[in-house]
């Protein structure tokens, strides 16, 4: 079955430390996103990718980096200039065919720092 | 500055009574409202799109419309699996590839 696999789905931290949340897709996607979701707030989008090599900032993008080497995979690395990194991180994508509204989710990853 | 404010936060309804949730946004220029569902400790999962004013959409239980200024998702006869947050989401005009989320509707039916 087609869908996003995000690992590992729960993770804890020591400030101070980066960490690098797994994204892989296997719907033959153009486009990925990874958004943070906070208690009481809306989904924000920290980065996405539309074609391999390509990547842009979203609206939250300071202390994370992302790359996409390969169609499939779009690794999210939390740095530690991320000030509040604690939060939920989901992974999503969308086919060309829909944009960015009609989007693919993961299971989600949910980091906590110490 | 485009947003998007759901409403109530939070909804307790007993199993059959119909009710629905508000979603108003403000954008420069819709292309597109999107709702979602999503379960605790999981990642959303899409429901419906919507394009322009008058639009409708339905799905089991669920009938989202959308006027030139909200967008309400009815829920009729609500069984306790249709439990969930339901989110909203727009897409603007001027944006090819981003959208912006509301915060949420928290759902909850009482057997």
Known sequence: DGGITQSPKYLFRKEGQNVTLSCEQNLNHDAMYWYRQDPGQGLRLIYYSQIVNDFQKGDIAEGYSVSREKKESFPLTVTSAQKNPTAFYLCASSSPGTGPGELFFGEGSRLTVL | ?111
């Open chain 2, 1 to 111: 500055e485009d947003q998007v404010t759901q409403s109530p936060e939070a909804l307790r309804l007993q199993e059959g009574e119909s009710s629905s949730l508000n979603c108003s946004y403000t954008v420069s220029g819709l292309r597109g409202l999107f709702w979602y569902r999503q379960d605790p400790g999981k990642g959303p999962e899409f429901l419906f799109t919507l394009y322009s004013a008058g639009e409708e959409k339905e799905k089991e239980r669920l009938k989202a419309t959308l006027t030139k200024k909200e967008s309400f998702l009815h829920i009729t006869a609500p069984k306790p699996e249709d439990s969930a947050t339901y989110l909203c989401a727009v897409q603007a005009r001027s944006s090819a590839s981003k959208i912006i989320f509301g915060s949420g509707t928290r759902l909850s039916i009482r057997p």
